[in-house]
């Protein structure tokens, strides 16, 4: 069954320095979308940055990159320079293989940047 | 508006009470979502519309769950003789659904607790 495992329940980080989000995930379907999250304490889910299977570079959104590795199946998230309004919760997603419209998610990971 | 909107945003109802939850999708979206989130979880998928109708329709809990989506555009998610274990903050989210990887963008949930 697929499934999205996020090992870090919560982690700090000091303003303006790097943060890796980890995220595995588990397929035997060969194509598939990898999506990132971002949910402020407001509750608004706010989407960061897509990868599809298939795509050769990293996927790139401002201070947001995705570091994807196909054969270990990871999807770590990779903030640079970090900001206070970065704090949230984090949650890794991916397409079902059965319909492809539909997300299944992990359990997140909530991040605190200390000023 | 530019964004998902939902309302109300927060629902306090007694159980066994029916409850009605709306969605407004963005402009233009083909494509539109149902999301639960319990407190500490990650979301789980409900339903999911293209157009009005609704293909998937595995992830409704019960058959007191029901959803409906009217000249593409509105949804309201019912909730029939609601439980205690129906509370949950409820999403709702859509998308271009030009492609199955466009990413979904989230409303501000609803709040539902039931006392």
């Known amino acids: 069954a697929q499934k999205i495992t996020q090992t870090q329940p919560g982690m700090f980080v000091q303003e303006k320095e790097a943060v890796t989000l980890d995220c595995t995930y588990d397929t035997s379907d060969p194509s598939y979308g990898l999506f990132w999250y971002k949910q402020p304490s407001s509750g608004e889910m706010i989407f960061l940055i897509y990868?599809?299977?298939?795509d050769q570079q990293n996927a790139t959104e401002g201070r947001y990159s995705l570091n994807f590795q196909k054969a270990r199946k990871s999807a770590n998230l990779v903030i640079s320079a970090s900001q206070l309004g970065d704090s949230a919760m984090y949650f890794c997603?991916?397409?079902?293989?059965?319909?492809?419209?539909?997300?299944?998610w992990g359990l997140g990971t909530s991040l605190a940047v200390n000023p | 508006g530019a964004g998902v909107s939902q309302s109300p945003s927060n629902k306090v109802t007694e159980k066994g009470k029916d409850v009605e939850l709306r969605c407004d999708p963005i402009?233009?979206?083909?494509?539109l979502y149902w999301y639960r989130q319990s407190l500490g979880q990650g979301l789980e998928f409900l339903i999911y519309?293209?157009?009005?109708?609704?293909?998937?329709k595995s992830g409704l809990p019960s058959d007191r769950f029901s959803a409906e989506r009217t000249g593409g555009s509105v949804s309201t998610l019912t909730i029939q003789r609601t439980q205690q274990e129906d509370s949950a903050v409820y999403l709702c989210?859509?998308?271009?659904?030009?492609?199955?990887?466009?990413?979904?963008?989230f409303g501000d949930g609803t709040r539902l607790s039931i006392l």
């Open positions: 989210a859509s998308s271009l659904g030009s492609t199955v990887f466009q990413p979904q963008h």
């Open positions: 519309f293209q157009g009005n109708s609704a293909p998937d």
């Open positions: 402009s233009g979206h083909t494509a």
């Open positions: 990868q599809g299977s298939y």
């Open positions: 997603a991916m397409t079902d293989a059965g319909n492809n419209r539909k997300l299944i």
